[in-house]
């Protein structure tokens, strides 16, 4: 029973620190989130050169082989400050969807791209009806000829806008809440009948509502067992969720620490507003509520590769609620005690809300993951 | 990175479980599962038997008695102990002034009173809180006044757990009312038979008799019986009232609980079915039960800072708030699942010697007295809100 940092994961906490350090001030990031791209291509670079894009990836494909303690690290600095690359949604779940459910043929297309941060991913899953379900797919694939012919309606595809594929789950057989009869596709972004509506979210980040309108796929366009998708969908977004309570977490702690300096300087009354008991307290609750949360991304990093399945997912959903409760307090407290300032575009601490309420809904929100960790429980 | 226990560990665990299921008594268990105060005859057959094992003092140094285990060992004890409804050494003796007298004492304290200890031979009650001081610890009042090679105590201690039990009573008191605050206290042993010593009962919310009020008038204790020098009892004090907010987390008697609760829920009914199938039920234990996690995870995270070396502040703070929470979420809860049978109430004393059982279900017999009894919780060992302000000071440097 250890929660320390090898030698080697210290490395890899200090240079994300470094990046995150030289490349995301406050300012420096409301800049490049107000681009069109949203990020940075050059950091996307440069994240390819230091391994990053690689980490979780087996060795065989050029990956560094690293667990979910390697992934938690990256996410909690880099939530530190708000990065805006597409690391999740190229890495975790695009990159992880193929390395999973990929052919050989597959992975050795994409995952080489993905290291070397020449290609981008995005992951279509939810739908307007799906709300947190992963199993609500009306998105048809039908059978024709050698291949399939794709029609739905995919919503909040987060970097759906810049993927060059995108992995779309869809029906291949059963009703539209079955957990069997989903499968997986790889899409290029520019195929025909591919129709996107492009848009910014309210954290800084970039996504798309896509149409498939008779798009026509290859066979080879099918990701893993035509039908079997669904367990694949699963565990790579009990990674995903996983990866982004670390975020969430190194997100809640800079609110903190920015809300804390924030009570030390700003005088009220003749004296700094921390002094003031009821600020105190309040200020603890959210330390308390930050290291809670540490806790559980903690502990969900290092049971997410355990072989029995429903511990997994317990600890995932317990996580993914716990921190997205969290996320929520953190988020709005720090604006209460910002007072004025709080509420400007201009201050960071804004911007950290806007983050935390979004990780709040993503992959399921509190609610849907107390409700997944009851049915698990009984 | 690893969650796993080493095979060492887990060895030790299963011995505690082995040494739990044979040797803890059925009665003593019973009473602690339903969350009843322990009575002196049991706990004190219990904490015997511990100390034949030679686990009644983990926490103390291998050369006054103690167990010699790791803080994993220990932590792993802990946990068995709470979800087997073991109860623990009652704290005064073994966890609060033990550790102050090996720490702080002279030789012959140490040879006189640590076996003691040990085996049970005395209650130890705690002489803290007063009438004025609560929270404001530092502010009391009651007085000894040196004569000869005795001082003469006199004033009154409140809130007094177990007096009643109590053989012996460790006491802060004021030695110079012209110095500071904090720089005017002493740290006495005294006996509680000492002429001059009045017990006072006080009927708690659960209309049993666990606190008392001390009375102290012109009552004499030899000087030897001071621990370390005159005037630097807060020193000794402060020192013990860190130890009281270790292990404070109680994650192992929380998950009993959590057990109990779904127990329960399964026979109690609610609209046609099992309260178990109930959401909003469903909905209020699985929160506390997440709670509860995060909570078992922070305490082994603060294990493992201190098991690499790694200095902790205030951070415990965080274990005594949120474990008192949830303790008193969970007591709440048990008596919301018994429905209309959370009202019947007698206080064992009131039908002590009487043949009936209690109304209702045998498992009614329990949540109440406790749940009462636990706001106490986060109130003592220093308030919550203390707690609040202990970690906004230390931890956040407001």
């Known amino acids: 029973m250890d929660f320390e940092l090898s030698d080697e994961q210290n490395m890899l906490k200090n240079s994300v620190e470094r990046f995150v350090k030289d490349n995301y001030s406050a300012e420096a990031r409301a800049k490049l989130a107000d681009t069109e791209l949203g990020f940075s291509r050059d950091h996307w670079k440069t994240m390819a050169e230091l391994g990053w894009l690689g980490m979780p990836f087996p060795e065989e494909v050029g990956g560094f082989g690293g667990t979910a303690v390697e992934t938690a690290i990256m996410m909690e600095n880099m939530g530190n400050g708000l990065v805006l690359e597409p690391f999740l949604s190229t890495v975790i779940l695009g990159g992880g969807l193929v390395a999973e459910a990929g052919s050989e043929a597959q992975i050795e297309a994409i995952i080489p791209e993905v290291i070397e941060g020449n290609m981008m991913l995005a992951f279509a899953y939810a739908e307007p009806q799906s709300r947190f379900d992963l199993n609500d797919v009306e998105t048809t694939a039908t059978k024709s000829g050698d291949g399939y012919v794709l029609n739905g309606h995919k919503a909040v595809v987060y970097h759906g806008t810049t993927a060059d594929k995108i992995i779309v789950s869809a029906r291949t057989s059963g009703d539209s809440r079955d957990e069997d009869g989903i499968s997986l596709f790889l899409v290029d972004n520019n195929s025909d009948g591919v129709s996107r509506r492009d848009y910014r979210t309210i954290d800084g980040q970039r996504a798309a509502d896509i149409e498939f309108e008779n798009v026509k796929v290859g066979a080879d366009a099918l990701l893993g067992k035509e039908g079997g998708a669904f367990p694949v969908i699963e565990k790579i977004v009990d990674r995903a969720i996983a990866a982004l309570c670390a975020e969430a977490v190194g997100a809640m702690q800079a609110a903190n620490n920015i809300t804390n300096e924030y009570l030390k300087e700003r005088k009220q009354f003749g004296t700094p507003i921390g002094k003031f008991q009821v600020l105190q307290h309040r200020m603890v609750d959210m330390y308390m509520e930050a290291e809670q949360s540490k806790s559980m991304s903690d502990m969900v990093a290092m049971k997410l590769d355990l072989d029995d399945e429903t511990e997994r997912r317990k600890a995932v959903a317990a996580a993914k609620a716990q921190i997205g409760q969290a996320a929520k307090f953190v988020g709005q407290q720090s604006i209460q005690l910002h007072g004025g300032m709080g509420m400007t575009d201009e201050y960071s601490i804004g911007h950290y809300f806007k983050r935390l309420t979004t990780i709040e809904m993503l992959f399921g929100n509190t609610d849907h993951h107390f409700k997944k960790y009851a049915a698990l429980s009984s | ?398």
């Open chain 2, 1 to 398: 990175m690893d969650l796993s226990f080493s095979k060492e560990d887990l060895a030790f665990r299963d011995e505690v479980r082995e040494f739990l299921a044979t040797s803890l008594p059925a009665d003593v268990k019973d009473r602690c599962d339903r969350g009843l105060h322990p009575t002196k005859e049991g706990q004190t057959r219990w904490q015997k038997i511990l100390n034949e094992k030679g686990w009644m003092a983990p926490n103390w140094p291998v050369e006054y008695g103690g167990t010699g285990w790791t803080i994993t060992q220990k932590y792993i004890a802990a946990q068995e102990f709470g979800y087997a409804a073991a109860p623990v050494a009652t704290p005064f003796g073994v966890s609060m002034v033990g550790p102050v007298i090996y720490t702080f004492g002279n030789q012959e304290q140490k040879d006189y009173y640590l076996p003691r200890i040990l085996n049970s031979d005395d209650w130890w009650c705690q002489g803290y809180s007063e009438p004025g001081s609560g929270s404001d610890l530092a502010s009391l009042q009651t007085k000894a006044v040196r004569d000869g090679d005795d001082y003469i105590v006199n004033g009154q201690k409140i809130w007094t757990s177990y007096a009643h039990y109590a053989d012996m009573i460790f006491c802060l008191v004021r030695t110079d009312s012209s110095a500071k605050q904090q720089e005017g206290i002493s740290f006495l042993l005294i006996d509680m038979k000492t002429p001059g010593i009045t017990v006072k009962p006080i009927i708690g919310i659960d209309k049993e008799h666990s606190l008392n009020e001390v009375f102290f008038e012109d009552v004499r204790v030899p000087v030897a019986n001071r621990i370390g020098e005159e005037n630097k009892g807060w020193t000794y004090a402060k020192f013990l009232l860190g130890n009281e907010r270790t292990s404070i987390a109680r994650v192992g008697r929380s998950k009993r609980q959590v057990e109990r609760l779904k127990e329960i829920a399964k026979t109690e009914r609610c609209g046609g079915r099992a309260l178990s199938e109930d959401p909003d039920f469903i909905n209020k234990l699985t929160r506390i039960e997440v709670d509860l996690m995060a909570l078992e995870f922070t305490e082994l995270r603060m294990l493992s800072m201190i098991a690499n070396g790694k200095q902790l502040s205030a951070e415990p703070s965080l274990l005594k708030i949120k474990g008192t929470e949830i303790q008193q979420r969970l007591t709440s809860l048990l008596v919301e699942s018994l429905g209309m049978y959370g009202a019947p109430y007698e206080a064992e004393r009131s039908y002590a010697g009487r043949n009936e059982a209690p109304v209702g279900p045998d498992y009614a017999n329990g949540p109440m007295a406790e749940h009462l009894y636990l706001r106490a919780a986060t109130i003592y060992g220093g308030s919550n809100e203390i707690q609040r302000n202990i970690v906004s000071k230390m931890v956040l440097g407001l």
